[in-house]
């Protein structure tokens, strides 16, 4: 059934190639690169981030993918940082500033979102802060209303339900991955009642109950996150739909 299922990916696969692809400019390649379009330059050289152009950019070395200094440095924070793009670890030594990155701002031009007037990325920022169309744009851009009229009031004092402060030392910014290796390796023997900040930080969890034993209900409970269930879950059920839909256009 696989074997028949990778042979119909592969057949897909060759029809693509045959078809003829239209053929794209990059910026910094080929004679006259400076003048690329100009349209697309400025979110090329958009921090993934804060989705502006990038103010002190450095690099990871482990993937190259690239931020402002300042938009990575949470990520810098934590104990075993992952990349916000591609979140691969990465040793937040090996994160250096990226010359090259600034030589390409100093060099390229884009024209202003507002009063289309071109200037230099490295100098976008300071401009759009200056510039009086802009400004108009965003003091006119629409209020959130609700599609349905409610009293309900807008949620303030969400908790952090991104990384947790481990209830034994105190050890902060730990996802939930970090937070079950970190209780195994330093508090595996502590015989303390805690509260799980993971359920805490929970619509329905009860912030002042503590388990009995904590370790048995992270390894139970929080072994994986529920991100990492449901992608899983639809990479399977994906993957029983197209052996059904195969199986169906073959038999």
């Known amino acids: 059934m696989m074997a028949m299922f990778w042979s119909f990916v592969s057949a897909s696969a060759q029809l693509r190639q045959q078809q003829p692809q239209p053929q794209q400019q990059q910026p910094g390649s080929g004679p006259g690169s400076l003048a690329a379009p100009t349209e697309s330059i400025e979110s090329q050289f958009s921090c993934p981030i804060c989705l502006e152009v990038y103010h002190k950019p450095v690099s990871i070395a482990s993937c190259a993918h690239t931020f402002c200094g300042e938009c990575l440095q949470p990520c ?19 994160v250096e500033r990226s010359s090259s990155v600034e030589k390409q701002l100093a060099s390229f031009k884009a024209p202003c979102r507002g009063c289309s007037k071109k200037v230099t990325l490295v100098k976008m920022r300071s401009h759009i802060v200056s510039c009086s169309k802009v400004q108009e744009q965003i003091a006119n851009c629409p209020k959130f209303v609700p599609v349905v009229p409610t009293s309900q009031p807008i949620p303030s004092n969400i908790p952090n339900r991104s990384t947790f402060v481990c209830p034994f030392c105190g050890a902060r910014n730990l996802d939930q991955q970090e937070l079950v290796k970190h209780c195994m390796d330093n508090h595996r023997n502590d015989p303390n009642k805690v509260v799980c900040p993971v359920c805490s930080a929970m619509p329905w969890g009860d912030p002042s109950y503590k388990s009995s034993n904590f370790l048995q209900h992270l390894l139970h409970r929080h072994k994986f996150s529920y991100d990492t269930f449901v992608v899983s879950f639809i990479l399977s059920s994906t993957t029983r739909f197209l052996e059904g839909f195969i199986y169906s256009q073959f038999n």
């Open 76 to 94: 810098l924070q934590v104990t075993s940082p992952l990349c916000p793009l591609c979140r691969v670890p990465f040793d937040p030594k090996k």
